[in-house]
Structure formats: C-alpha cells, structure tokens
C-alpha cells in the first residue's frame, strides 16, 4: 500500500501568461510531470506543455448526436408507420422527409446536454474541494495571478530540490507548500 505524502505539492506564482508558460516549459525540461497549472484565463499552449491528454467529449457529443437522431427518427416512425397509421393523401406511412426537422431537434437536443454532462463528468467537476484551496493567496488564481504546482507524488519530486527549482524560476511570492 502506498502512502499520501504528507503535502499535496509545491505551488508557486507568476504575474503573467508569459511567466507561467515559460516555467511550465522548464519543470517539463528538468523531469516534472505530475504538474497542474491554474490560470485566470486560457493560456495557448499550456495544455501542451503540461502534456494533458486530448478531450474526448467530442466523441461523447457525436455518439449522443447519433443515438439521438437514431431515437428521434424511430420514435416518429413507430408512431406514424406501426402504432397508429393514417393515410392522409395516399402517401406513404413512412414518409422519411417528414421526419428530418424532427430528428435533427431531438439530435441537437441529445448531443447539447451530452456535451454539458460530458464536460463536467470528464473535467471531474463539480470540485468543492481541491488542496490547493489551502493556500490563501491561491484566491487570485481566479483574477489576475498564474500558478504552477508540481505535486508531490511526481517521481522527481523531492521537497528541497523541488522547492530550490521553482524558486529559481523567480516566482512573484515565496513558494507555498500545498497541505491536503
């Protein structure tokens, strides 16, 4: 059985895009890879350079969109051609171009709350509580700060070495250590 370390992780902040980026290129140049960086908005290139895995929420939304279409179409067919068939003008009780408007709503309806539910099921959201809620100025992340913390369970991790190099990379305040 493995053990928690007894911190979370080291966390450091930067006062801009730039800052963070760069400092997240490094970590990954000395060997970190269990990091997460938190932003006040999206940074292009960030994700790459915390090598995050590609999302697969679109793959979500198109099979919601298919089954969605697949249920939309079915249901009206059921219902015109074999539970309750009319012939209205002698056409047919599969009249498939009827059925499109319909179909392509109950798709885009399907695949809208796949693609809301998907999100946050994937994104592990909602979170109430993250460690790094532990640490106080970690409140402007949300506002005008960028931070970086390389967790402690990262095979390099090593409390000093890893405290020496993130103050190395010249943050804006003292490294915080993150509790859990």
Known sequence: MRLRPPIYGLLAEFKTAEQILEAT????????????????????????????????????VLTAALIGAGVGFFMQYWSMAVDYPINVGGRPHNSWPVFIPITFEVMVLVASFAALLGMLFLNGLPQPYHPVFNVERFARASQDRFFLCIEATDPKFDLETTRRFLESLHPVAPVAEVPH
């Open 25 to 60: 290129h490094r970590a990954q140049a000395e060997g970190y890879r269990l990091m997460d960086a938190y932003t006040p908005y999206p940074v292009e290139g960030l994700a790459t350079e915390l090598n995050l895995p590609r999302t697969r929420v679109p793959f979500v």
